[in-house]
């Protein structure tokens, strides 16, 4: 069979014919597959797999998870796109796989997870991958943040009318997250009904995240904007012994505090700190706020709070365990900002946020694979050599997406990499970071013997 298609500038004439030779665009991604079987994923995923088939023709679970992941990293952002895949014969051969699942088999298989199986899958593979995070002396600074995942139609169990911004009375869910932010890494995830408020269980999921990081390295700070700002929080905080800065809500009480200040340090002439201690209605003792104030000025808008009593400047207040001075307060605090980054990819280059079935726990299941993913994607860029933070849709466009041939010569499988997309020429440096890396490992929480 043979057609014809004309070249837009010139007008030429091009002859379509057909091809069986196996071609893929994703021929990068073998580098990505050389970090995963060099961790062992699959390994790992067929010992936690709570999901077993009975059929001798049906796919195997773990490889159907992995499939699905593989389909999120080549761009897929609903079930549907997985269906792109199962005819790329060469990408096939690449991950040793016979049949490439339909996104129906895709589905049934996260339809499969309840509570117990998201439990004893997503638990063991989260601290599997927490013994590989590189130990800091000076420890990680863990980020809280909720964000909306807006949702179409009226089927999925958990959505509701809540708090979102871009579209209000739209069903959605309201995820909540927790980050290390030095190695980019999701430390725990939970999905939400859409009309919880953005603090509401945040101490049980913290008493989870903690649980499943054990005795891994200490945790310098907890992070966390206005809608954190709990006394119960504050006080689980303080009874583990984390050292916290919290953006402080601007309640009558606090206001009244902050109005009192009179000791404000000028750090130059359009900004000034100070700070107070406050006992809020409730609290069994008074904690320290810190206050920057800001001038208010024509030529850049001001961040922060206005009060009425001091029209002139707008404030930010942080309630804080740390000693430090103010301005590290506020500095330190400022770095969470790139939580809002991880989010974003996380929706934008992973599509979390498309990703939704009828019941809850199975797109509760599909959530968390993808938290999973991020952090393999984060883990892949530092065992590669990359030497800073690249977005997933970044490693796609640079590393992945590389058209390729694959052919057997006699036994062996050969990969052609286009030399156009960069070829071995890219990605030689990335595989030899990839197979001489040496994983550090992590201490797991040992419990004390009985004696």
Same mark, same amino acid.
């Given at each position: 069979m043979e057609a014809q298609a004309t070249r837009i500038f010139d007008g030429r004439k091009v002859e379509l014919r057909e091809t069986e030779q196996y071609l893929t665009p994703y021929g990068g991604l073998v580098v990505f597959l050389e970090f995963l079987n060099r961790i062992g994923l699959v390994r790992k995923v067929m010992e936690c797999m709570p999901v077993v088939h009975r059929s001798p023709n049906s796919i195997p679970p773990a490889q159907t998870w992995v499939a699905f992941l593989i389909s999120v990293v080549a761009g897929a952002r609903r079930?549907?796109?997985?269906?792109?895949?199962?005819?790329?014969r060469a990408l096939h051969e690449m991950l040793g796989m016979d049949r490439f699942p339909s996104d129906d088999t895709i589905r049934n298989l996260f339809l499969r997870f309840g509570m117990g199986e998201i439990q004893r899958f997503f638990e063991p593979m989260t601290e599997w991958m927490m013994e590989r995070l590189a130990r800091r002396v000076e420890g990680h600074s863990l980020d809280l943040d909720s964000t909306v995942f807006e949702r179409h139609g009226q089927q999925q169990e958990g959505a509701a009318k809540g708090y979102n911004p871009r579209r209000p009375g739209r069903l959605s869910h309201h995820p909540l997250l927790a980050v290390l932010a030095e190695s980019h890494?999701?430390?725990?995830?939970?999905?939400?009904?859409?009309?919880?408020?953005?603090?509401?269980?945040?101490?049980?999921?913290? /008493?989870?995240?903690?649980?499943?990081?054990?005795?891994?390295?200490?945790?310098?700070v907890v992070r966390a904007d206005a809608g954190f700002f709990d006394n119960e929080l504050l006080s689980f905080l303080e009874a583990r012994e984390l050292d916290y800065i919290v953006v402080a809500r601007f309640t009558k009480s606090v206001k009244r505090e902050v109005t009192r200040i009179v000791q404000w340090r000028d750090l130059d002439e359009n900004y000034a700190v100070g700070e107070c201690e406050i006992k809020?209605?409730?609290?069994?003792?008074?904690?320290?706020?810190?206050?920057?104030?800001? !001038?208010?000025?024509?030529? /850049?808008?001001?961040?922060?709070? /206005?009060?009425?009593?001091?029209?002139?400047?707008?404030?930010?207040?942080?309630?804080?365990?740390?000693?430090?001075?103010?301005?590290?307060?506020?500095?330190?605090?400022?770095?969470?900002?790139?939580?809002?980054?991880?989010?974003?990819?996380? /929706?934008?280059?992973?599509?979390?946020?498309?990703?939704?079935?009828?019941?809850?726990?199975?797109?509760?299941?599909?959530?968390?694979?993808?938290?999973?993913?991020?952090?393999?994607?984060?883990?892949?860029?530092?065992?590669?050599?990359?030497? !800073?933070?690249?977005?997933?849709?970044?490693?796609?466009?640079?590393?992945?997406?590389?058209?390729?041939?694959?052919?057997?010569?006699?036994?062996?499988?050969?990969?052609?990499?286009?030399?156009?997309?960069?070829?071995?020429?890219?990605?030689?440096?990335?595989?030899?970071?990839?197979?001489?890396?040496?994983?550090?490992?992590?201490?797991?929480?040992?419990?004390?013997?009985?004696?």
């Open positions: 079930f549907t796109h997985a269906s792109w895949l199962r005819g790329d890494f999701v430390m725990h995830g939970w999905l939400r009904s859409g009309n919880s408020g953005t603090g509401r269980g945040v101490t049980e999921f913290l /008493k989870e995240a903690l649980a499943l990081w054990g005795e891994r390295g200490p945790l310098r809020l209605m409730g609290w069994s003792r008074p904690r320290r706020f810190v206050a920057v104030r800001e !001038q208010i000025r024509d030529s /850049k808008p001001s961040l922060g709070k /206005k009060l009425i009593d001091l029209p002139e400047y707008t404030f930010r207040v942080f309630v804080t365990s740390l000693p430090s001075a103010p301005e590290e307060i506020w500095r330190d605090y400022n770095h969470r900002a790139d939580m809002e980054n991880r989010i974003a990819e996380l /929706k934008h280059d992973l599509g979390a946020d498309r990703f939704c079935l009828k019941d809850f726990h199975a797109t509760d299941a599909v959530f968390r694979s993808i938290l999973l993913l991020f952090n393999l994607l984060s883990e892949f860029r530092r065992v590669s050599g990359m030497p !800073q933070h690249k977005e997933p849709a970044t490693l796609r466009s640079e590393v992945f997406l590389c058209g390729a041939e694959m052919k057997r010569e006699g036994d062996n499988l050969i990969l052609s990499l286009a030399a156009g997309w960069g070829g071995l020429k890219r990605r030689i440096p990335l595989i030899t970071s990839v197979l001489t890396w040496v994983f550090p490992f992590s201490p797991k929480l040992t419990p004390a013997l009985v004696t």
